[in-house]
């Protein structure tokens, strides 16, 4: 996969804005933080920036990436484990964020072919408003059944910690696909090519790991100061 240093940077600001954000939720399940402060408007717009980040880098790397299928399925597995962490800690996650760059990466390998013969301006406009139209249409949706949520569908009562369904997010790891695009025909800029620290780029090239690793690590020091 190739693999631009400034990417790599972007990245790993999102891993440490993340860092800091899930310790200020610890922070506030152990009744530290108060809702108001973690749920008000400037850390929200950091939680969207940590969101938009991902996800558009991920749809950028999978325009790079060889093999989306392995790639796809390994972010799969490390979706269910967080999944699984999160209910043993008494937590709810359901389709979170790794399920939707896993799930994303998988159908971007067997539609990537065809998108890719689009013109990455045109497509990525498009991807913006069907961005917005699939996330109004996904909250104006009243379902009786339990198992749409993956795509964006709830029902009463449904509740997850951390919630990322394919509509409307999908577009946007297709709109980062886009951008993926204008990359490679830009790949000799000097603001794609340019070196950068390792200390800027290390997080930013682990970050699946990290992202896997952070939350018990954090949840536990806050457990044993707070808890």
């Known amino acids: 996969m190739r693999r631009f240093p400034i990417l790599d ?16 939720y610890d922070l506030y399940i152990f009744g530290v933080m108060a809702p108001e402060r973690l749920f008000g408007p400037p850390l929200h717009l950091m939680q969207q920036f940590i969101c938009w980040s991902f996800i558009l880098l991920a749809g950028m790397s999978a325009r790079f990436s060889r093999n989306n299928l392995r790639h796809g399925l390994t972010v799969l597995a490390a979706g269910l484990a967080v999944e699984i962490g999160a209910a043993v800690a008494g937590q709810t996650i359901r389709w979170g964020v790794l399920m939707l760059l896993g799930s994303s990466m ?3 390998h067997f539609l990537g072919k065809y998108l890719e013969r689009l013109p990455s301006l045109g497509l990525s406009f498009t991807c913006l408003g069907l961005f917005f139209a699939a996330k ?8 009786s059944v339990g198992w749409l949520y993956p795509l964006g569908f709830t029902a009463p009562g449904f509740f997850s910690a951390d919630y990322f369904p394919l509509l409307p997010w999908f577009f946007l790891f297709l709109l980062g696909t886009g951008l993926g695009g204008w990359c490679l025909r830009n790949r000799e800029s000097q603001i794609l090519t340019a070196p950068l620290p390792r200390v800027l780029t290390w997080p930013g090239r682990h970050s699946l790991m990290i ?10 020091i806050s457990y044993l100061i707070w808890g």
């Open 211 to 220: 992202y896997v690793l952070h939350q018990p690590v954090l949840y536990g």
């Open 9 to 24: 940077a972007w990245r790993s600001l999102a891993v440490v804005l993340m860092l800091v954000y899930h310790f200020l």
């Open 136 to 143: 109004a249409w996904t909250k104006a949706a009243v379902v």
């Open 106 to 108: 998988v159908l971007y």
